[in-house]
């Protein structure tokens, strides 16, 4: 495609990719981001892959025209947009007639804007009237979520604005290598050390945050929990639990007291490994003062017990009197670009927007009359991610998918199984704006504006909802997901608006949002542009926005968060004789989720162009693995082949595969399906492996 039209000037908005939503300028001829000083979450600056994001505007395979496979087994060509819409019209009303409703499912993603979420949403629910809708934010930071409304009831990720974690006297980072997934949140971490703070990391590597820390635990694979509980029971022994907000701002904590009694130092260390005095350490450095923080990401929540792994830490957070407290407390570091905002808008197969629970009737009363539909027609909950993909295809399960900023061949849990259940359904259509890994396997790919060249808003890892501005033309013959949703609700013959336009639908966002936990009402495009972001909830106009949300009470009925005890139980899938050795799956700095944008990119493919396993070097002595040799490495659900990379940052019992590569680098072919049953969060975390030697070293 030729070079996108630049709009006059460089026109403010953010990144692409994660959830930090780094402020950047786009502008320029050819196109090209720089970043901007005004956004506090980057001040200034910008990661690789922020620095050459411009590049994705056009990506040499760029799609800018429909494509559509005649029949099974056709390849897929080009069409008109009439052709490609009317086609999955058809294929809707078919599958329905034959089926039922729920023959359709939707999948999202999380790095669509709160506009295109939310409509795909209300798509699903009024214009398909199915069930079946979830998206690949369950894959991301669900454990957390449902932890965070267990506690709090109310689920947002950081607890304040992110300059609060400088003035932090600790901070403890749990299963979170920032110092590669999202380079400029180190400065925030710098800062608190300069003034004072200690930084805690848990992870079972040594990673580039790790080595920056002042003290690092480095735990058997799924043994967080155990870790957790082991913290709070030296934080009672040591008497550093603050009693005077134990009793005055929560409920339930002599049942936890009483059931991390069994949690005694040494037993802690037997299970994660680590030693009891430098748990005493972390400990102490967590308990100094009241304004620490503890903050988790995937490599805690991707668990079968990824929910009461972050619940461990909030009890920890809890008893230490942290939440509520400028710059201390718990928080979530949300992955996707908006991770946070998201899961607002009823992507969600158990919600509707503003978060509300789908089978509540106060919540289908009221979205229904924002939709203008009457609330009968409102299907109830339906499967989580894993469990839909998992249905595709089967008798009871959906027989097409329509899906929506996500690349499940690569980023789902033993996706070898999942590529057999797309390759499954009687039809598939694809929104992207590349031939990703999935839209591959489509009879339908609608090619699909991308971030510059569209507008609409995204809500941050703070709970900020900023603006994403257009700064460019998109490309002749691509449409926004809007307008495909507004094309395909009109040949459905759907009740209710289809507006294309951003600004009206996150208007009608705000009214469905009214009242709910994450009540948007107040938020405009007038204000986030003034405000330089606002913070929900926000109810009204008037209302200042909330920055810090559990700072006089928390969302519970009665005001107080909520302990729960919780025991440890170790992985779903433990090591044995065939598979001796935990595998661990992460990212690295040079690339993005599934890599269908960032491996299209030159500089980070230099950067990082291949798959690769870490291993330490005795257990590579152990496997006859050299560094730089091709390695196999199975589990119960697949072999990948990559280069081995010998390092001693890692555990002897655990190796490391990114998961941004396809192919024969697949890390998630070998991933573990194994749910929580809150969250329904697959075990991506951690599973059971061997290695050995490529017979074509
Ligand atoms: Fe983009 Fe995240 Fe990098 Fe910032 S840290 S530039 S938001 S990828």
Redo the contacts with the bound molecule.
Sequence with gaps: PETPTVAPGGTPTH?P??A???GMAVGGSPVRVTPREDVPA?RGG??Q??WT?AELLTVPDRLTTPLMRAHLGAPLEPCTWEEALDRIAGEVARLQERHGRDAIGVFGGGGLTNEKAYQLGKFARIALRTSQIDYNGRFCMSSAAAALNRAFGLDRGLPGPITDLARADAIMLVGGNVAET????MRHLTEMRERGGALVVIDPRRTATAKQADLHLQPAPGTDLALANGMLHLAIAEGLVDEDFVAARTGGFEAVRISVNAYWPDRVERITGVPVPQMREAVRLLGRGNRSLILTARGAEQHARGTDTVTAFINLALALGLPGREGGGYGCLTGQGNGQGGREHGQKADQLPGYRKIDDPAAREHVAAVWGVDPEIIPGPGRSAFELLDALGADDGPKALLLFGSNPVVSAPRSGLIEERINALEFLAVSDFVLSETARRADVVLPTAQWAEESGTMTNLEGRVLRRRRAVAAPDGVRTDLEILAGLADRLAAPGTWSTEPAEVFDELRAASAGGPADYAGITYERIESEGGVFWPCPSEDHPGTPRPFAERFHTPDGRARFTPVDHTGPAEGVDAAYPVHLITGRVLAH?QSGAQTRRIAPLVDASPEPFVEIHPDLAARSGVAEGEMVRVTSRRGTVTVRARLVDTIRHDTVFIPFHWAEEGRANLLTNTALDPMSRMPEFKVCAVRLEPHEEN
């Design positions: 990144c990719y994660c930090l939503q780094c980057n910008l990661c892959k922020g994001a999202m380079p400029p949140f993005y």
